[in-house]
DNA sequence: GAATCGTGGCA
DNA sequence: TTGCCAAGATT
């Protein structure tokens, strides 16, 4: 029999110590839900916060949005990374207001259709914006349920099939309440079981928890592969990114060469984001981000 | 399943 | 200083 945790301790600790995160307010709309959820995947909360609160003041619904160039979006998305996520939050936005009113679906098979949006977020959003019944599984989540449930130090290799169904597990029956539960164990999980130094003595479950029982054995599995960032793709990309970001109006390419010393590097990654839709290149051969070259958009 | 895709703070 | 880590999605 797996060790469970128990909903309602948790969700108590929950009440008490959960940040006042202003996607949390009862006044957030679904679409401010949405938003927080993409913003935050993989970036911290504090590099979100205020950036969240730009585009809510600027574009309150997913039809403003919509109504915005990728070039004005590409720049309001500043240097949270990953600025493919601004792309697609801005094609969902797109489609929410043509083919949904407007409004965020609260279904999750409706949500997975949009792009951007995957297994984590369809259910947190329709779990934190409409209090849906679904397992939401984060990285937070899982680690917190692989020593919680399994005693390990840590959770292994995500299998989102295995790892919904673990949470499913240990979901509420009530509607309300499993919202709730989710959000209080992806809090435990940022705040309490971290990753690096859990603060076990604050834990509300510590007393059921089945890696404490273990005696809190060292993670097992496979070594967890680390990303590197210096010298790579990524790093360029975001090199080159950023000059347009600061540049009012098209660059030729001289300004973006001196970003990198590999030309090989630097036009490869170049040529990338082209394909990715990140910049564009106009007619006399400068370079700006979509929407942004002059030559209007017809 | 593995690789790729930004950025910056912190131990 | 440097490696680890942060509310993943896509191919």
Redesign the pocket.
Known sequence: MAVSIDAETLIDWFDDCGRD?P??HAECTPWGVLV??IM??????A?VEPVWHEWMARWPAPSALAAASQGEVLRAWG??????RAL?LHEAATAIAAEHGDVVPSDVDVLLAL????????R?VAAFAYGKRAPVV???VR?VVARAVHGAGDAG???NTRDMADVAALLPVAEGRAARFSAAL??L??LVC????PRCADCPVHERCAWQRAGRPAYAGPA????K?AG????V???L??VLRGSEGPVWKESLDVVWPDAGQRDRCLD?LLVDG?VEQAPDGRFALPGETGQGVS
């Open positions: 995160l996607w949390r927080s959820e935050l995947q993989q970036t911290p909360v590099r240097k949270l990374g990953y600025p493919r697609r792009p951007g949006i995957g297994a984590y977020t369809a947190a984060d990285t937070n680690r290799p995500a299998s992806m809090e999980g940022a971290t990753a690096r130094s967890k592969a680390v990303q960032f790579t793709d990524r790093q990309r975001g090199l990114l950023d990338s990140l």
